[in-house]
């Protein structure tokens, strides 16, 4: 197969685990939106499958509880009409082999020629949908998005490429992460090559430091068993904050071209040196009620909270320390980068806080006179909370909204790439390996708290 230009003929969204709580409050919301903004051809399908016993008006029925309570456009009943023509709901067992050539006969039937496949399931699915995939619809056109995590550790996240690639070429496979379609995400690369002032300044010479939080106020909830085998490292770090961190400090890309901007993220995520003394660099913790969770073994050492202090081996940063921390059962829910500029002598350092949720924005601090005959300076800050502003809330597309439709026009410059997902495992394995083979902590922190005190060592964390 070849990549395609999915727009350009009669195409198809397949969605497995279409009965799952992705599909019905992030999918089916996004494609709604994308159909209200008439972004989908006349004759595009959404093919829902699911083992339920659901007829189409059953779960045509569903969809519109779903879409009325999460679909970022405003919700209306002939909008959403002209949106359940797209939809077929597609009753099969997608452990069942059999009934991929039942699938396949379906897609002939309706003379779908261009295919996406979202595996909105447990990874455990992966390989059985493309063994299905592969022996009965192998005439396809296809891309296929993935869900992450991907893989449990390199060495399965491997065995999981190997099965895809015996269907689909690299430039047909979309390693989503709903992290890269959030809005100030996206700004990231802007307000670092399109604005002199920082574009200069971007380096060890200027920076002191630079962190990233990605904190949660809610615990594990229904993802325990998921989540216990897991642990914050895998879960969050290793994917969504280490794509952030290569968008804060890869060099600029040799063009716009989606596959410049990997190639510079790559060679960042390459240069993470590894952490080799984890007591001065890391800080694993778990929140107070975790073993009492249901699901969750009363022995279980997962982390549910981790802070590590990193470097780049590159001119750019030598010596420059980043931080990453994200934990569950935190005081406030946010994400955001914070780049600590360098004292002048004794006076503080500009500070710029790129927040990515709740409050989307940028806000830049810097040192200012006091009113009056005194020469003392105050630390004065400029705010722009882009999502205070209603017009742009409403022009603003959801995450899973701008990531689908990218995907749909080949655009890649969204999904994280294979050469990214291996150099950020195997920072994180080796990481774990020396966690392990170190016999560090495993602290416990207060439910509604900061995490745990140790983290404070590590860094005066801007808040």
Request: one cysteine or more.
């Amino acid at each position: 197969m070849t990549g395609l230009e999915i727009m350009e003929n009669k195409t198809a969204i397949t969605l497995f685990g279409g009965t799952g709580d992705l599909t019905y409050r992030k999918l089916l919301p996004a494609l709604y939106n994308l159909n209200a903004l008439a972004k989908l051809a006349d004759d595009f399908k959404i093919v829902v499958i699911g083992r339920r016993e659901y007829s189409q008006a059953d779960y045509i029925n569903i969809v519109r509880t779903w879409v009325k309570e999460h679909a970022r456009t405003k919700f209306d009943d002939e909008e959403f009409e002209s949106y359940a023509k797209r939809i077929i709901y597609f009753k099969m067992n997608m452990t069942n082999e059999d009934d991929y050539e039942m699938l396949q006969n379906f897609y002939v039937e309706q003379d779908i020629q261009n295919h996406v496949y979202y595996f909105a399931v447990a990874p455990s699915f992966f390989m059985t949908i493309t063994n299905g995939l592969q022996k009965h619809c192998s005439e396809n056109n296809a891309k296929v998005i993935i869900e992450k995590p991907f893989g449990e550790d390199l060495e399965k996240a491997g065995l999981l490429n190997d099965e895809l690639e015996k269907f689909f070429n690299q430039d047909e496979i979309y390693h989503i992460d709903h992290y890269l379609g959030k809005e100030m995400i996206q700004n990231i690369l802007s307000l670092r090559f399109k604005n002199i002032i920082f574009k200069g300044i971007w380096n060890k010479d200027f920076i002191e430091n630079v962190q990233i939080t990605a904190a949660e106020t809610v615990g594990v909830g229904t993802r325990a068993s998921y989540y216990d085998k897991s642990g914050a490292l895998k879960d969050m770090v290793q994917n969504h904050l280490l794509q952030v961190l290569s968008l804060v400090a890869m060099e600029e890309p040799k063009g716009t071209e989606s596959v410049r901007i990997h190639e510079s993220q790559y060679n960042l995520l390459s240069a993470l040196k590894p952490i080799e003394d984890v007591r001065d660099s890391l800080v694993m913790g778990q929140y107070e009620g975790y073993l009492q969770e249901e699901n969750i073994p009363i022995d279980s050492k997962t982390e549910t909270y981790a802070a590590l202090k990193l470097y780049i081996d590159n001119e750019r940063w030598e010596g420059i320390p980043f931080f990453i921390r994200t934990g569950k059962k935190m005081d406030n829910r946010e994400t955001q980068v914070v780049v600590q500029f360098k004292a002048v002598g004794d006076v503080p350092g500009n500070v710029l806080i790129i927040r990515i949720q709740p409050d989307e924005g940028v806000y830049f601090q810097f040192n200012a006179k006091k009113p009056g005959t005194e020469q003392e300076l105050q630390q004065i800050s400029l705010d722009f909370c882009q999502s205070c502003i209603l017009e742009n809330r409403i022009n603003t597309p959801e995450a899973y909204e701008r990531l689908l439709d990218a995907c749909f026009k080949g655009d890649r410059s969204l999904f994280s790439q294979w050469d990214q997902i291996v150099a950020s495992w195997t920072f994180v394995n080796k990481l774990i390996a020396k966690y392990e083979e170190q016999g560090s902590p495993l602290y416990t922190y207060e439910q509604g708290s900061k995490g745990p005190k140790e983290a404070d060592e590590l860094v005066n964390w801007v808040k």
